[in-house]
């Protein structure tokens, strides 16, 4: 167990719906990281958040958000879901700060868009 | 843009016998780091590597960043169930965390 919760653990839903992860990181973490892994893929960096403030982007679409709340928890917002989009959807949490640090995975959401 | 090759995409080894993933970049990296993912599991963090050359061991599992920095390798000796997964390197441009790029992963099968 990495200490990292994920919800829910699956999701299924419609093409054109709107979905939302939820991330609570490591007690004392203050960076979270979204992942996309499609079946049998590598890690797709999304986006990292650090104390509330966005650090860094990757190849996130522009239907997809996140944001970092007060209390540290995070939620990814996936909008107009398209077929392509159902993935497992990894979180992981680290100290955060300057520097490269280890990241605290999560168990994952697998989100199915029929 | 950085880019990051594993090499190979998979590997099939009889228990007891050694495996080798390789982690290779277009560009200088500040750090590398390897997690391994179970099937049907999530990402664990394994090691950091700094160094030119460090080389870094855990167990049957052995470590190294080349002296270049721009490559690195995951050897692990004598092959058991338990080694089954995905190894993946992380690859760290700066010392700031926030320009890295995860490689596509070596898939590891350990026949009994």
């Known amino acids: ?114 | 843009g950085q880019q990051v090759m594993q090499i190979p995409q998979y590997q099939h080894v009889q228990e007891g016998e050694d495996f080798t993933t390789y982690c290779n970049s277009s560009t200088t990296l500040s750090n590398i780091q390897w997690y391994k993912q179970r099937p049907g599991g999530h990402p664990v963090f394994l090691i950091q590597l700094v160094k030119s050359g460090e080389v870094k061991k855990q167990k049957r599992l052995t470590f190294q960043f080349g002296e270049a920095k721009k490559n690195s390798s995951l050897h692990i000796t004598a092959t058991q169930t338990t080694d089954v997964g995905t190894y993946f390197c992380a690859a760290f441009r700066d010392n700031y965390g926030q320009n890295f790029v995860f490689g596509p992963g070596t898939r590891l099968s350990v026949l009994p």
């Open chain 1, 1 to 114: 167990d990495s200490g990292v919760t994920q919800t829910p653990k699956h999701l299924i839903t419609a093409t054109g719906q709107r979905v939302t992860l939820r991330c609570s990181p490591r007690s004392g973490d203050l960076s979270v990281y979204w992942y996309q892994q499609s079946l049998d893929q590598g890690l797709q960096f999304l986006i990292q958040y650090y104390n509330g403030e966005e650090r860094a982007k990757g190849n996130i679409l522009e239907r997809f958000s996140a944001q970092q709340f007060p209390d540290l928890h995070s939620e990814l917002n996936l909008s107009s879901l398209e077929l392509g989009d159902s993935a497992l959807y990894f979180c992981a949490s680290s100290v955060g700060g300057q520097g490269p640090y280890e990241q605290y995975f999560g168990p994952g959401t697998r989100l199915t868009v029929t």
